[in-house]
């Protein structure tokens, strides 16, 4: 059976609008805290045991349409070889960052043995999904070549992203090649969840709104594109997301996914206009506003709703990026619900 998710993404007819959250699974959840007690990211991520369990969380706690498996962008790269840990407060760091030819030599592809555990997990939470929730789908994910990249060269998170542009525009070939070898991680990090079982997945480009057009355009786009590319013989559709990227739309949307991430700083009804013709349509509930009382939270989703119905392709409701992690458990369900209800009470009037 195919879920009203992957139908969405489809641009398929649907009965109600399906929804999920970035950022579903994890900290804002008590459950998800006393589960990661003594227990690194890292660790928690390569446990099998514990990522169904924290996947399948937001599932039963919210009646989301689709889980995301719970993972993080650098776990490709720890499985690859590099030296990241992520430190509490701060995010990944890399001991040893890539700035120089030397650097990139080092590095190496991403073997699908090395990362068997991840398929395990995948093929628990489908087990799960399929026993208890058919009607909810899996959404595999990986970061996006830049965001890979931008971590690799300035050695953990940056606000201005120096180091980055310096290789990108002092050393474009370098910059390049590392792009590339990032993307074929990705694409096999991706592959991986997919044949084990994801019924779709999103390529997130989290610091892609700090270029300019015109450089995102030349020395990024062609890499997410490839991985787009890599994956095309797989029967699942695809999601596209950045932060801060409602002025590269037109030029993400043009890199190959079915699905069109869109930012919440983006009205979703002027996104529209900046897709391809069909392309669906991801988002964008501003995060802040689950901190708002219900009152004045519900019109605003109602109005994200009836903008996503408008659209001439599909729509997947979400935030316009991840669930802060102090917003109270109960809201995220609520939205749920109402989505659900106002969707279904639109489509069944036409």
């Not at 786009?221 to 029967?235: I, K, N, Y």
């Not at 949307?253 to 996104?271: E, I, Y």
């Not at 219900?294 to 409701?317: K, S």
């Not at 102090?326 to 069944?348: N, Q």
Request: charged share 20%; proline share 7%; with cysteine.
């Amino acid at each position: 059976m195919q879920s009203t998710l992957v139908s969405a993404a489809l641009s398929q007819p649907v009965s109600r609008t399906p929804v999920w959250f970035m950022r579903q699974a994890g900290r804002s959840l008590p459950e998800y805290r006393r589960l990661r007690e003594g227990t690194t990211m890292l660790e928690s991520c390569r446990t099998p045991d514990l990522v169904t369990e924290i996947t399948l969380q937001p599932v039963r706690r919210h009646g989301v349409d689709a889980a995301i498996f719970f993972s993080d962008i650098v776990v490709p790269l720890q499985a690859a070889g590099v030296d990241v840990e992520i430190q509490p407060g701060v995010g990944p760091v890399i001991a040893r960052p890539v700035r120089t030819r030397a650097d990139l030599e080092r590095l190496e592809p991403l073997d699908p043995a090395s990362i068997s555990d991840i398929a395990e997990s995948i093929r628990r939470i489908r087990a799960e999904l399929e026993a208890k929730h058919p009607d909810t789908a899996l959404i595999g994910f990986a970061g996006a070549p830049f965001t890979l990249a931008s971590y690799l060269i300035e050695g953990g998170p940056s606000r201005n992203h120096e180091r980055t542009k310096a290789m990108m525009l002092g050393d474009p070939q370098l910059f390049s090649d590392l792009l590339a070898l990032l993307g074929e991680i990705s694409a096999t990090f991706i592959r991986v969840q997919v044949e084990a079982g994801a019924q779709a997945f999103q390529l997130f480009d989290s610091w892609a709104g700090y270029l300019a057009p015109q450089d995102y355009r030349a020395q990024v786009l062609p890499h997410s594109a490839a991985v787009f590319s890599r994956l095309g013989d797989l029967d699942v559709p695809s999601f596209h997301f950045g932060v801060q990227t409602g002025e590269l739309l037109p030029h993400m949307a043009g890199a190959g996914s079915d699905v069109m991430g869109v930012d919440f700083r983006v009205d979703l009804a002027a996104a529209s206009s900046r897709v391809r013709p069909g392309q669906a349509l991801q988002g964008n509930l501003d995060p802040a506003m689950l901190f708002a009382p219900w009152e004045v939270l519900r019109p605003r989703v109602e109005q994200i709703v009836r903008a996503g119905l408008g659209h001439a392709g599909g729509h997947v409701f979400n935030l316009g990026h991840g669930v802060l992690p102090t917003t109270d458990p109960s809201v995220p369900g609520r939205i749920v619900e109402e989505v659900h209800r106002v969707s279904a009470e639109i489509l069944g009037e036409r």
